[in-house]
């Protein structure tokens, strides 16, 4: 029992010298003196510890919710901007039928989204849909790679764009903050070939009320969506959403056809 007792009081002294750590949470340091060694018996103590543990929970519950409704603020601006996302879309959906075909680049995480955005084109999850011609410029390691070396990494998407991209297609470049040099070189090269241009971005410079210049230096892209968030895992959860309704909507158009993409 007394070697019980004497580890139960090493963890809590370890847990009182931690006490810095949860400086925000004020009960936690009960039971502890200023040396971070427990003014209490040991007992009452451990008790205390275990109520405030639930409390710690309760904080820990209280951050999912905060962080649930950090989505639900940039998935409510997002539904604001259907006018632009349909727009888009019917824009996409005019260069498809005339035979256009999709490029799309992201540099980091954002290069797994585009490879993401070209298969949902490709191949369609939901039977019936007709595969829509699209290419990740981010896939070709090899290209990517040599590009990369010889002509700096800022030139990778614009140097694919200007050899695979004809002037009927659509270029989608995807940063985060709009602060990806190759995103930008890639979308600058796609708007001298008259392509296209959607940039998918989040709230760079959000304070503004321009789009393009929400998107920071993404100003050339005839599109420019705008997550509106700064944080990163949230804008990238949105541009999830917001591509797949892009994709479900440029089929839309395409079924209507005649009036809707004249």
Known sequence: MARLASARAARLARTCRRQGDYARDKSF?????????????????????????HMSVASI???????????????????????????????MAVRFRRGGKLVVFGSGGAGTDAAHVAVEFMHPVIVGKPALPALALSNDAATVSAVGTD?????????????????????????????????????????????????????HHADRTDHADRAGPMTRADHVIAV???DPAVVKEIHVTTYHLMWELVHVFLEQGGEALT
């Open 151 to 203: 002509d700096g990494m800022a030139e990778v998407f614009a140097h694919q764009v200007r050899h695979w991209a004809d002037p009927g297609d659509i270029a989608l470049g995807i940063s985060r903050d709009g602060g990806s040099p190759a995103v930008r070189q890639g979308l600058a090269a796609a708007h001298d070939l008259d392509l296209l241009t959607v940039a998918l971005t989040g709230a």
């Open 228 to 230: 509106a968030s700064t």
């Open 29 to 53: 340091t009960r039971g502890c003196d200023a040396r971070g060694i427990s003014s209490s018996d040991t007992h009452r103590s451990l008790t205390t510890t275990v109520k405030e543990r």
């Open 61 to 91: 519950e209280q951050v999912a919710r905060e962080a649930f409704a950090r989505r639900d603020t940039a998935g409510g601006a997002l539904a604001r901007d259907a006018e632009l996302i349909t727009r888009t879309a019917r824009d």
